[in-house]
């Protein structure tokens, strides 16, 4: 049995762990990302400022306005550990907090090792999906005191309140896992935030854009440039493959709360571009329209983008006419599997027909990104060809994006499989991997570790179909011409060109490599 699927005891108690005599006056705050592979320098990585840190500064400022906090976002800086050094000696913070998707766990260690290694006095909080996942292998492996599961703000505030009131790490404290006795404590969760317009917004101050000069946002934006806005919070469909760490219903800002938020970036910054980060922009529609309605009357000019997957069967024409209306110029609609049985299996329970209506209407008008998915348990290879030949459908669409279904601890999904220790081990390697399938090289596939009846797909099937999707989607000239019209009316060459270097993931793509892409 695997080392995570044990000692793990369900309790709420307190755990002290000698943490003596804790003043807290500094709190550094870490957003932990993969570190660029040095090895690699043609692949090209994304990022945008670390929101969810941003609105944990601003809550704890509300209750603690004495304290000094810094925020590192390790994406910004061309070597993080140094600066993390530097900064445990110059900034001298009293407690540390980490923040990390799971994709990034390697560098999560690296940093706590760090950490660890140069102030080993220094309490470290672990937060994000990454921690809310697993938190188990976070505590086990010692690079947290205390793991936050779920939503942080008001969980974050009262361990802060507590920490300076005691010389120990608080042990019942809701929302949270801790160590006792080498085994994981987890307590009741933390209640979500019933009324989210009374959250703070992320406060801005804490970031300099000028950081952000040349690094690129999955809306191939700089992202000097945009403000990021989360206008809802929660999912309420089941996805097995997902962390869900905001819950399974939609909680949703009033129009006027995102508005105004948008008007404070605009008025205080010069920002004119927004990227919404909602896990489900778009639900429930009416509540969606508000907000596009509100955009349009109040924020004339503004350019906006959609980058994490609108639920695509969630919409209609006057959906698409207020998107325009708004300012949209990108969007991203997730399909998955063109197979109805997956679509029930996952959880998603796409409307396959409305949302091909959706997707042909859609991205005749924007940028489209469509993400589509093969690695299903119990796919077959017949069924993954046809989620490639529905991608192949869709003439306008400017990005179609396939990737590989990833396992995550403590999903739905994880635990369905139901992993053995030695497969644990093998599928952990995975999590290090780019989270897009790639032309060349080797493909690692969890399947190649479950038997047929389980996981029929392997990795020699994956490039087989990868091969197919780069002939018939990717580079399928009528595709490339045509979604190359609808490029031209929001992006300038630059920016084409770079769109076109991260649809290819080739860093050197240039003006020549597209006008031979063109002349296909």
């Known amino acids: 049995m695997s080392k995570l699927a044990i000692n793990i005891i369900f309790a709420a108690g307190r755990a002290h762990f000698n943490v003596v005599g804790i003043m807290i006056n500094r709190v550094l705050l ?8 040095k090895d690699d320098p043609g692949t090209l990585h994304y990022s945008h400022h ?87 292998e976070i505590l086990l492996n010692g690079c947290v005191d205390i793991a936050v599961i779920g939503e942080g703000e008001d969980t974050f505030v009262e361990l802060i309140d507590r920490l300076m009131e005691s010389d120990s790490i608080p042990g019942d404290i809701r929302g949270t896992a801790v160590l006792r006795d080498e085994k994981v404590f987890v307590n009741d969760p933390r209640p979500l935030i019933k009324d989210i317009d009374t959250i703070v917004f992320p406060d801005y101050s804490y970031i300099d854009l000028k950081d952000y000069v040349g690094i690129r946002d999955h809306t191939m934006q700089d992202t000097s440039k945009p403000a990021y806005i989360l206008s809802s919070r929660g999912c309420p469909y089941g996805c097995f493959y997902c962390h869900q760490i905001f819950g399974k219903r939609i909680r949703r800002r009033s129009a006027e709360n995102v508005v105004a938020e948008m008007r404070e970036r605009k008025e205080s910054l010069g920002i004119s571009d927004f ?102 348990p119990t796919e077959t290879f017949d069924e993954a060809m046809d989620t ?45 991997k780019v989270l897009h399938l790639q032309m060349f090289g080797e493909v690692e596939f969890y399947g190649d570790f479950f038997p047929d009846d389980k996981v029929p797909l392997k990795s020699d099937d994956i490039k087989e179909l990868l091969y197919i999707w780069m002939r018939d989607v990717l580079t399928n000239p009528l595709r490339v011409q045509k979604s190359h019209q609808v490029l031209k009316k929001y992006l300038d060459e630059k920016t084409t060109i770079e769109f076109y270097a991260s649809l290819f993931n080739r860093s050197k793509f240039n003006e020549k490599d597209l006008q031979n892409l063109l002349k296909y």
Not at 83 to 100: H, K, Q, T, W
């Open 30 to 37: 870490i957003d932990v990302e993969v570190f660029e592979d």
């Open 50 to 136: 670390p929101v969810g840190l941003l609105y944990l500064v601003s809550a704890a400022r509300k209750s603690f306005p004495d304290i000094q906090f810094k925020v590192f976002h390790t994406y910004t800086y061309k070597d993080p550990l140094k600066r993390i050094e530097e900064l445990l000696f110059s900034y001298n913070p009293d407690i540390v907090g980490l923040r990390a998707l799971s994709t990034a766990k390697s560098t999560f260690k690296l940093v706590a090792d760090k950490i660890r290694e140069l102030k080993p006095e220094l309490p470290i909080i672990g937060g994000g999906p990454y921690s809310s996942a697993s938190y188990a």
């Open 388 to 432: 490639v030949r529905f991608a192949a459908s869709f003439e306008y669409v400017a990005q179609p994006t396939l990737s590989m279904l990833r396992l995550y601890n403590n999903s739905r999904l994880f635990n369905i499989l139901k992993p053995t220790e030695e497969q644990f081990a093998a599928i952990a390697h995975q999590e290090k």
């Open 275 to 376: 990227v919404f980060l909602d896990d489900l922009f778009n639900v429930p529609m009416q509540e969606a329209k508000k907000v596009l309605s509100l955009i349009t009357k109040e924020l004339p000019g503004v350019r906006l983008n959609f980058p994490n997957g609108l639920r695509v069967d969630q919409m209609d024409e006057e959906m698409l006419d207020l998107f325009e209306k708004a300012g949209t110029v990108e969007m991203a609609l997730a399909v998955e599997t063109a197979t109805p049985r997956l679509q029930k299996m996952m959880g998603k329970n796409l409307d396959l027909k409305k949302a091909e209506k959706v997707i042909h209407a859609a991205s005749k008008r924007f940028i489209t990104r469509i993400f589509y998915m093969i690695g299903f």
